[in-house]
Nanobody, 126 residues
Framework: QLEESGGGLVQPGGSLTLSCTSS????????IGWFRQAPGKEREGVGC????????YDAGSVKGRFTISRDSAKNTVYLQMSGLKPEGTAVYYCAADSSFPTVDVMCSAPLLIPSWGQGTQVTVSS
């Protein structure tokens, strides 16, 4: 029910914006998280935004470079990425949930999230 889009090939230092949409429910009713999984590595949280107060948790590795925002009218959550690095090459996923006590916990526990979209590939390379 979640669909990610916007991935592609970008040069180091470049920018990209990913989108997360749903045709089955209202994203504003859920905490939304962005995660990524690089080849051979575990899925990790990139950033998560609260449904109640808009609080955003950013992973330390992307703090100051990635931003999450919601567009309620479009039922879309964005991940705006700048200053991309080669180690940012991964499949990026969004997740929607309302069972975690805080978005910090959600971003730290991808294994506890039951369902995922297909993801969108981001490749950072010159």
């Amino acid at each position: 029910q979640l669909e990610e889009s916007g991935g592609g090939l970008v040069q180091p230092g470049g920018s990209l914006t990913l989108s997360c949409t749903s045709s089955g429910f209202i994203l504003d009713s859920k905490d939304i998280g962005w995660f990524r999984q690089a080849p051979g590595k575990e899925r990790e949280g990139v950033g998560c935004v609260s449904r109640s107060d808009g609080k955003i948790y950013d992973a330390g590795s992307v703090k100051g470079r990635f931003t999450i925002s919601r567009d309620s009218a479009k039922n879309t959550v964005y991940l705006q990425m700048s200053g991309l690095k080669p180690e940012g090459t991964a499949v990026y996923y969004c997740a929607a949930d309302s069972s975690f006590p805080t978005v910090d916990v959600m971003c730290s526990a991808p294994l506890l999230i039951p369902s995922w979209g297909q993801g969108t590939q981001v490749t950072v390379s010159s």
